[in-house]
């Protein structure tokens, strides 16, 4: 069966917390439960994985490519300062799709600059959850 990982790094599982103008009204656990009933649809298998620390987003990116086919990550706050996560993607061998809740291009200056877009083969931004589903049909389609 294909696998897909979907990874989320620093404050994601407070999710339900913060702004909902910027990140919408859902936990992280809804969103990995939408994301599961249409994966199983699809046939697709997927694990989830999130950290609020650098060292371990790295750890489970650089053992992942003997089992999975793609990730879908959503480096949160990591995105704009983290060259160690920037460049265990850049060596992945699969596709990454970089995932945003809020669009990032429309926030803070710091918030603006993605150190993973450069090396991602994608990256889907501002459309709220609908950003994981979107990224779970590039790869449903592509891994068929």
Same mark, same amino acid.
């Given at each position: 069966m294909?696998?897909?990982?979907? !990874?989320?790094?620093?404050? !994601?599982?407070i999710?339900? =917390?913060?702004?909902?103008?910027?990140?919408?009204?859902?936990?992280?656990?809804?969103?990995?439960? =939408?994301?599961?009933?249409?994966?199983?649809? &699809?046939?697709?298998?997927?694990?989830?994985?999130?950290?609020?620390?650098?060292g371990?987003?790295?750890d489970?990116?650089?053992?992942?490519?003997?089992? $999975?086919?793609g990730?879908?990550l959503?480096?949160?706050?990591?995105?704009?300062?983290?060259? &160690?996560? =920037?460049?265990?993607?850049?060596?992945l061998?699969?596709?990454?799709?970089?995932?945003?809740?809020?669009?990032?291009?429309?926030?803070?200056? $710091?918030?603006?600059?993605?150190?993973?877009?450069?090396v &991602?083969?994608?990256?889907?931004?501002?459309?709220?959850?609908?950003?994981?589903?979107?990224?779970?049909?590039?790869?449903?389609? =592509?891994?068929?």
């Amino acid at each position: 069966m294909k696998k897909v990982l979907v !990874m989320n790094g620093p404050n !994601m599982e407070i999710l339900h =917390r913060r702004d909902p103008s910027l990140y919408g009204g859902l936990s992280l656990q809804d969103i990995q439960d =939408r994301l599961s009933k249409r994966a199983t649809e &699809a046939g697709l298998q997927l694990e989830f994985f999130q950290s609020n620390h650098e060292g371990a987003l790295v750890d489970r990116l650089n053992s992942l490519e003997d089992y $999975f086919q793609g990730v879908i990550l959503n480096p949160a706050a990591l995105t704009h300062t983290s060259v &160690a996560l =920037r460049d265990s993607v850049e060596a992945l061998k699969v596709p990454v799709l970089e995932v945003h809740l809020s669009n990032i291009d429309s926030r803070e200056d $710091f918030r603006r600059v993605s150190l993973i877009s450069p090396v &991602a083969h994608g990256r889907i931004s501002g459309l709220g959850p609908e950003a994981y589903l979107l990224a779970l049909e590039w790869f449903i389609g =592509r891994l068929d």
